[in-house]
């Protein structure tokens, strides 16, 4: 996943009024591919005689592009900067897969505890240089407990340039053990295909339902949208040998019993 960096040097949040003039001045824009994550380093400065707590938002994006912001790890909308000090907060923008090419324009804006606000721009343009899809498998396997299956997978590099690392992930019950041939693929060309041949194994454990498994293209670049697969788990084969065994044991013991009865 591309990150990308940006820093404010400086976003003053006065006691008393707020440097619009600047912030309209500094702008953000950068473009992304979707599927990756837009990162910026913002730094705010409160230059006041008491700590103040500090809201943060962006606005304006579409809902499906998604906002947070970290400070030292874990995830807050509100910061408190000491007076005279410096607050850091990293800002993500995550640009899912489906995400519409396009310039998108947005707004940050960081609210002082006493209603004071300092707003900066922020421009996104998204494009599709790198793009993979799946365009050929199975959705619908049917296989037995402790044994393997095997399908294949067809993936095309859709997009405006070449990928590289290309790889089938699969997301699986606990237990069950998959194998893909080949593991990855170095490089996929801009226009050009390639086959994924995928054996996954059942562990004997596995009761009899319908499991419910994504698939998805990973590569350094980019993403594909996950694909749905049906596997149906049966009993074991020789579960139903030892059941059709002993049926036929019952059924013989049945007429041993009556032609003996009969006799006498």
Sequence with gaps: MKRIYFSLLVLFLLLGTVSLARADEMALAQTVQD??????QLEIHN?????????LSLSGLPGGLKTTFTQSGPLVNQVTVPANEYGFVTMRVAVPVETAVGHYVAQFTATRDDGEQLTMPVTLNVENTYAVKIVSQNLNLT????????FDVTAVNSGAAAVTNLALAL?????WI??????AV???AAGTETTFHV???VPSSQVAADQ???LALTSDQTASPDSPLTVRVQNSPTFLYMALTVMGLAVVGAVIYFRRKGRR
């Design 35 to 40: 599927s990756q994550t837009a990162e910026y």
């Design 47 to 55: 230059e006041t005689t008491a700590a103040h707590d500090y809201t």
């Design 143 to 150: 296989t037995f407990s402790g044994k393997d299956f095997t």
């Design 171 to 175: 997301d699986t019950p606990a237990k």
């Design 178 to 183: 998959v194998q893909t041939n080949p593991a």
């Design 186 to 188: 170095p490089t996929l």
């Design 199 to 201: 054996v996954v194994t």
């Design 212 to 214: 419910k498994i994504s």
